[in-house]
């Protein structure tokens, strides 16, 4: 049996612009590293985050909490952590920071414990940590980080995860380092929306989803359309529609705000092409004076990975 | 040149649960024969119907409205057309009567017209009979009996049809001789949902789709499910919740309301669960004492075609 363990767990877009909670995909970069020991004891220790002074207290971080589920799933098991997670995922960023931390301490932990939970109960553990970093357990986020690709959540209570393949895009992310609190993000929403509107919204997802699984780039470009939420959204970040019609104007099939932002991302069909977005990302916010910071990368098919 | 040809159009099942406005499906059967001639001159004539005594005014027949838009989009030629339509998809079915009249006509025009049309041009023509039958252009019928299997309407304005394949999936239907008025079904619907509701809803739809583009059977069954239109619509029709069990019960993936009502319909996996589900339906109109016609069939990859 393996007493330690090193895994990589990607940052993840949720939401996709039309499949608002409920569709996310698996970035190939950044990823946030954990390193995790066995313990022979039911303790979870968690090391100081030298940059962000995330809590060491199991009960206040998003990864302990996650552990502490898996562990409770288990009450008669001598076993415990000790891990120290490297951060290179930002928190606040919108590219699923907390579901990094909390769905790779759990598939970490389940490599120690010989892969004795089902992708389906690490979502489940992980998702604790969502609820204790945003107050909702959602899975749009650890879905995808733990299973890779772009994943479906048709429902929540009972859990339905449905797998979707990664389709061949490239991904262009800024994140301007403005603040944006999720809980902000959620609270702007409004409760009711138009059938009118919702049937939209729904026709766009079923043509995502019919896009993404046939891999037809021209579909996923054409459903690539939110009436709902990012028009509300979207007034949080500063130069939003200039970016957006700068990307597509470039080249980009579509996007849209990354979770409940502040970043945004746009899939391309190409890796040159994503790198013209990238330029028009960097060039929107330096012209507004904006700190940011760009990624191009890739729909990721792996999820938590053992190796780089 | 033929200067006469013969077509059947098949019925259609709009809305497919979770697709309210969006999804449709081909019926092997029931399905109208239509016989056209070519004329040399610009004429619509249309025979009496014996049975529903249809308008035979062009202007008021939705077959006749329908070739009128074709014959305007070839201002300068000089044809017409002379049709008979055998109904076998009785008018306020909720099968698409309207639809398989339209599509019939325009698509056994363009058979004589040697195919000058698109099938996207076919829609649009077909859909001005859609807007003389309910007041609205809608081509969630129109779509799939044009071209068969499943269809999703992304987007009507602009139009943007996506073909979806056909799943290997048996229909079983049942036709309650009640009146549901197209425009009644429309108007109770609430214009305003919850987010959360249609959140749900999209959840669905996207399953729904993956599960067929993937012919994956569980996962259809799975996501058939309406949280929005069938809790409303289904008021309408005497026995519906009964019948929805039992036919669940029976061995159904799911099913509901086809189109805006009064028939239901169900999927099954084999002819057996569908002959099954189709006794159940039988069984709950007999017993309310409602007069009701069943067909058992499957979802066809034909649309309108030349031969039997």
Known sequence: MNQSIKVWAPGTVANMVCGFDVLGFALADPA???????LQERRIEIAPDPVYQLPTDPDKNV???????????IPDEQVGFR??????????SGIGSSAASSAGAVVAANHLLQQRFSPDELVQFAMHGEKLASGVKHADNIAPCIHGGITLIRSI?????????????????????????TADA??????????KDAIKQWGNIAGLVAGIVQND???IGRS?????????????????????????????????????????????????????????????????????????????PAG???SI
């Open 32 to 38: 946030d590293e954990i390193e995790m020991e066995l």
């Open 224 to 300: 690539l359309h939110d009436h709902l939420i990012e028009p509300v959204r979207s007034i949080l970040i500063p130069g939003y529609e200039e970016l957006k019609q700068r990307c597509l104007a470039a080249g980009a099939l579509g996007g849209g705000i990354s979770g409940s932002g502040p970043s945004v991302f746009m899939l391309s069909a190409s890796a040159a092409i994503a790198e013209a977005v990238a330029h028009e990302m960097r060039s929107v916010f330096s012209r507004i004076g904006i700190e940011h910071a760009v990624y191009v990368t890739h729909i990721s």
């Open 186 to 195: 959620r609270a702007i929403l409004k409760q009711h929306v138009l059938l």
């Open 304 to 306: 938590v990975r053992t």
């Open 63 to 73: 990864a302990g909490a996650a552990l502490q589920a898996l562990l409770d799933a």
């Open 83 to 92: 891990l120290r997670i490297t951060k290179h995922i930002k928190p606040g």
């Open 157 to 181: 209570f009972p859990l339905d995860v449905v797998r979707l393949p990664a389709p061949d895009l490239h991904v262009s992310l800024v994140h301007p380092q403005i603040e944006v609190r």
């Open 217 to 219: 780039h021209a579909l």
